[in-house]
RNA sequence: GCGCCUGUAGCUCAGUUGGAUAGAGCGGCAGACUUCGAAUCUGUAGGUCGGGGGUUCGAAUCCCUCCAGGCGCGCCA
């Protein structure tokens, strides 16, 4: 509603400078008011229109003021200061579309046929997931969620390199360090009562790791492996597949605990195997995007300029800004099977995947992988008019690097709608770290980097036990919800709400210093707060309902919102009711900014209003029916506004708490 | 050396893309439970927005320059 209310007052706005001063301008950016009393939009642009028109802003926006009127939503327009045009909303048809919109919780309405691809999680099949990997996966999840809500048809892809060197480094772990055969390995899977296969990996792997540090001799056994493993054939091959299924599952199955889920895993056994490399090779060679470097230290590698196109570059030769695509061993880089990866996302390669089903969710939708034979009825994965890929800001040089690739071949208009999702990582407090046993390295840093190659990390699941088991004893300590599984249930949701929020609340660009005492809060700025916000909510009708059976919440006449949502008395209803109204403005925000955060605050921002607003109002000892009405009907508003929103984040709401 | 990011209250962080009086959580202090359960609320103390210039009617936000951190810059992935 407030979004359609802005999006009114861009359009009037610019059209009443037309008329008046035959100017075309940009649509104003708008803000808010100082104070509620001054209003609900503020425009500030006739500032900026004073120098061009050479008249006072005030004088300017008296012109404009009367050519806003008549516009939906709005019932007044003011002038304040120097020039600042402020409006002031009609907050009896505010307050009703707000209520209509959450309680009917309708579909969208669709705004493209063109498919967003979100790419996130991605994380190496040969290890158990850590903090830093949730991170990533709760930002793209969140983002899915969010493009959605605003009516994009959205596909999750997850990016399983399951042919790579750290496939490869475990797999030599367990032949060479722990002389294990595939059927030793298919045993040590199977077996339930011994350590979980992801984490026995985790400590393999920084076992491996050590050993080439320890014995630099052994590097050709690692290429050997990686050659085995790309050509896919061999005992080797035959382990790393194993490893790779068994710990992508556990990923899958991690990821479902967050309540994230993908519609495709993209293997990069795959792209190796049906050739998408060397269709993509075709394609740059021919449109000169590449080229092959005869002389120098890249001599025999086909190369890709990295300078920027511009003839007023500096002719200083200090170094030549190029980026090896394809070795002189005639092998392809990283970013090479990256570029052929995105080129395939927008359908530019000319060539397609097989799929064929992974996993069923509970709800009965499926998870496809990509195969080499995939089955014939198969959904149409890719054709993508965005894709996001969430990776982390360390990343930044080589997305960038995908992305003049495109430029180079000629795809400007993908090129610009392929978004690299950049975030920091997730590093440990020195406290963490210490509890660890983990040596701060430097002296007094204020974290230490997450390492899979050390071991250094804490263990997604385990993080998450760990929440589980606190909110449990949280759950029990209090007599509200009664029942081992109802407890269980609750506690469940409570750490997954504590986790994501913990994760969403910081910006993209802000590093997040692990420590447990932050993210085993649940009080303040956290996500069982949120929760709990409705909780308390759903509890005034639960004990209303008992009174008046059947109650369910309905709209009122615009009579009584007007009475109660008048200046003076209603003001503090009204800021409920309008922050309520801007959900979608949050979201439309979150979106076009890249920055989930912004809708995790908004969340906060509203359930501290609404609590406010719960302390301050005896609600079921209301004497008039009709002043009780209202504020029921206030209480679900913001109920279901915050429930969408959390819903957003992916946080549930329990029963009771 | 080059490039990107960051610097805001004791601590951890927001700050609606340049607007009106810089905010929140935690921590400190002082208060509020007769069940719509306090996982809450209220009040209070606390800031030269890293420093210095500049642009502008107006700057935490844009430009320049220092200072201090972080991350990238492989024929690794």
């Avoid at 230290?297 to 890709?304: A, F, L, P, R, T």
């Avoid at 609590?611 to 279901?640: K, M, S």
Wanted: proline residues 4%; contains cysteine; negative net charge.
């Amino acid at each position: 509603m407030f979004a359609d209310i802005q999006e009114g007052v861009r359009q009037k706005f610019r059209q009443a400078i037309h008329d008046l001063f035959s100017l075309q301008v940009d649509a104003p950016t708008l803000g808010f008011p100082p104070s509620p009393e001054m209003g609900e939009i503020s425009i500030t642009s006739c500032f900026d229109l004073a120098k061009q028109l050479r008249q006072p802003p005030r004088k300017i926006a008296g012109q404009v003021v009367d050519r806003l009127l008549p516009l939906a939503g709005v019932e007044r327009a003011t002038i304040a200061g120097p020039g600042y045009i402020n409006l002031h909303l009609d907050r009896a048809a505010v307050a009703a579309d707000v209520f209509l919109r959450r309680s009917s919780r309708r579909q969208p309405r669709p705004l493209d046929a063109v498919k967003v691809l979100v790419e996130h999680t991605s994380i190496n099949p040969n290890k158990a997931a850590h903090i830093g990997h949730l991170r990533n996966a709760v930002l793209g999840d969140t983002l899915a969620r969010l493009l959605r809500f605003r009516g994009w048809p959205v596909e999750v892809q997850n990016y399983i390199d399951n042919t790579g060197v750290q496939v490869a480094d475990v797999v030599v772990g367990f032949m060479a360090l722990e002389k294990k055969t595939v059927q030793d390995l298919r045993h040590l899977i199977a077996d339930q009562s011994g350590e979980r296969f992801d984490y026995v990996c985790w400590d393999l792997y920084a076992r491996v790791s050590q050993h080439y540090g320890d014995h630099p001799e052994e590097a050709a056994l690692r290429l050997a492996t990686l050659k085995a493993l790309e050509d896919g054939e061999g005992e080797a091959a035959e382990m790393a597949t194993l490893i790779s299924t068994t710990i992508t599952r556990s990923h899958i199955a991690t990821a479902e605990r967050l309540n994230v889920r993908y519609d495709l895993l993209v293997q990069e056994s795959e792209i190796l195997r049906l050739e998408f490399w060397k269709s993509a090779f075709e394609l740059m060679k021919k449109s000169q995007a590449i080229r092959l470097e005869d002389s120098g230290k890249n001599s025999g590698c086909w190369v890709m300029d990295l300078q920027e196109q511009v003839p007023d570059a500096d002719e200083g030769a200090n170094g030549e800004d190029v980026k090896v695509i394809v070795r002189s061993n005639g092998t392809v880089t990283y970013v090479g099977k990256d570029i052929a990866y995105h080129l395939w996302k927008f359908a530019l390669l000319g060539k397609d995947f097989g799929y064929e089903r992974f996993h069923r969710y509970p709800d009965g939708a499926e998870l496809w992988r990509t195969a080499v034979h995939g089955e014939p009825n198969a959904p149409a994965f890719g054709h993508g008019g965005h894709a996001y890929a969430v990776i982390d800001t360390r990343q930044s040089y080589l997305q960038d690097v995908v992305r003049r690739a495109f430029l180079a071949l000629g795809y400007a208009e993908q090129a610009a709608n392929l978004r690299h999702f950049a975030y920091e990582v997730v590093g440990l407090s020195p406290r963490c770290a210490k509890d660890l046993g983990v040596g701060l390295g430097e002296e007094d840093r204020s974290y230490v980097e997450v390492s899979g190659r050390k071991g250094v990390g804490i263990k997604a699941d385990d993080l998450i036990d760990t929440l589980f088991v606190r909110a449990l004893e949280e759950v029990r300590s209090r007599d509200t919800v009664s029942g081992e599984e109802e407890q269980v249930a609750c506690a469940r949701q409570i750490a997954v709400g504590a986790l994501r929020y913990f994760l969403l609340k910081y910006t993209r660009r802000t590093l997040i210093a692990f420590d447990f005492k932050d993210a085993l809060a649940f009080e303040g700025e956290t996500g069982p707060y949120l929760q709990y916000s409705v909780v308390r909510a759903r509890n005034i009708f639960r004990k209303f309902r008992e009174a008046h059976p059947g109650y369910i919440s309905a709209a009122l006449p615009e009579a009584d919102l007007h009475q109660y949502l008048a200046a003076g008395h209603g003001q503090p209803f009204w800021d409920l009711v309008l922050l309520a109204s801007q959900l979608e403005m949050a979201v439309e925000q979150a979106i076009s900014t890249e920055e989930p955060a912004a809708l995790a605050k908004y969340c906060f921002r509203l359930a501290q209003a609404f609590n406010n607003f719960y302390h301050h109002h005896r609600i079921l000892q209301e004497p008039d029916p009709a002043r009780q009405n209202f504020l029921l009907f206030l209480t679900h508003t913001v109920a279901e506004t915050l429930t969408q929103a959390l819903d957003l984040l992916g946080i549930q709401v329990p029963d009771r708490m």
